[in-house]
């Protein structure tokens, strides 16, 4: 006599909510999972995604800003924690023989629009064979890297589209 299986169908959970960090604690929150999204994924505040545990999400976030690493986000009833962290992704890392030129570097890649993230003896990019062969250009040295990107948010916020020109009052 065979035995029948049984079929474990998982439902997806549905994000609609973002929560400070502040207040929560493993007991209040057991149903906690991890989401990592890479800079750029953590722009889209809509859509399907995958936990590290391999759940089903459906982000319905309000448009608020991109999402940053330690952000939790809730279900509707809020039974459901998910933390954002930040996936590893190819990276350039940029170092120089002198801070001018550190700085020179971060200047002209800021000039392209180029989201960076700025440490004290290094600039981390999205991987580009066009810019790394500009920055090496320029005797800077370049190498490949995977790691977590936290882009700096620049003066306009993180994620928030601008315009150029005079402040408007």
């Known amino acids: 006599m065979a035995r029948l299986g049984r079929v474990v169908v998982e439902r997806v959970i549905v994000l609609e909510h973002r929560q400070s960090t502040g207040g929560w604690t493993h007991a209040q929150a057991p149903d906690r999972l991890q989401l990592p999204l ?23 976030l309000p448009r608020d800003g991109a999402l940053q690493p330690g952000d939790l986000l809730l279900d509707g009833s809020r039974a459901c924690q998910v933390e954002v962290t930040a996936a ?41 064979s066009v810019l790394a062969v500009m920055l090496r250009s320029r005797g800077l040295q370049v190498s490949a890297c995977e790691r977590p ?21």
């Open 88 to 128: 590893s992704e190819p990276l350039l890392r940029v170092r120089a023989a002198s801070p001018l030129e550190l700085l020179q570097a971060a200047y002209h890649l800021g000039n392209r629009h180029v989201a960076l993230e700025l440490h004290e003896q290094e600039l981390l990019l999205l991987e580009d």
């Open 38 to 60: 890479t800079a750029d994924e953590r722009t889209v505040l809509r859509g399907r995604r995958r936990t590290l545990c391999g759940r089903e999400l459906l982000l319905q």
């Open 149 to 169: 990107f936290v882009p700096d948010g620049g003066a306009y916020g993180n994620g928030a589209s601008h315009a150029h020109g005079p402040a408007s009052a």
